[in-house]
């Protein structure tokens, strides 16, 4: 549910949360603009490309044809898919398109960057593989990850927080 609220999918029914100088209350466009969302579960178009979907939402976000296609390099290296370009979404396994939907949230310089849940259903050399590639992209934006996993938590968190029936504990 806070997700929800922090992305602009359901309203507040209190308060307000101040994101990058925009209200989630009065400036969800602004909000939404430096964002970035990996959801708990992938989104993605069966029959686009990894290459394809690199592309299609760096330019949602703005940049231009050249600036795209750079990122998708960028993306695919930083993932380690840099074999999987041309394979449709489809076709590649359950912690390639945890990737790659991870890959798409930090697509196109994101600011502030939502991962709900990013390594669920990942095998544990996976999870540590994509570990690596969220601290390294620590630095250039802010990370809000849910988990269940503490040991995930502790290794990535700056910051944790434990929210339970609705509270934070």
């Not at 592309?55 to 600036?67: A, D, I, T, W």
């Not at 250039?140 to 968190?157: K, P, Q, W």
Request: charged letters at 25%.
């Amino acid at each position: 549910t806070t997700m929800s609220m922090l992305t602009g999918f359901l309203p507040p029914t209190s308060g307000d949360a101040v994101i990058n100088g925009c209200s989630i209350r009065s400036n969800i466009d602004g909000v939404r603009k430096s964002m970035g969302l990996c959801p708990q579960f992938n989104i993605l178009f069966d029959l686009l490309t990894v290459d394809e979907h690199l592309y299609f939402f760096s330019r949602l976000k703005g940049m231009n044809p050249k600036e795209s296609v750079d990122e998708c390099q960028k993306m695919k290296s930083a993932l380690k898919l840099e074999d999987k370009g041309s394979a449709q979404s489809r076709t590649l396994s359950g912690g390639m398109k945890r990737k790659l939907s991870v890959g798409i949230a930090f697509s196109a310089g994101s600011e502030y960057v939502i991962l709900d849940e990013p390594t669920s259903g990942m095998d544990p050399a996976a999870r540590r593989a994509l570990w690596d590639v969220l601290k390294s992209f620590k630095s250039s934006c802010s990370i809000l990850l849910s988990t269940h996993f503490m040991d995930e938590a502790d290794l990535l968190g700056d910051r944790i927080a434990i929210m339970a029936e609705g509270k934070l504990r």
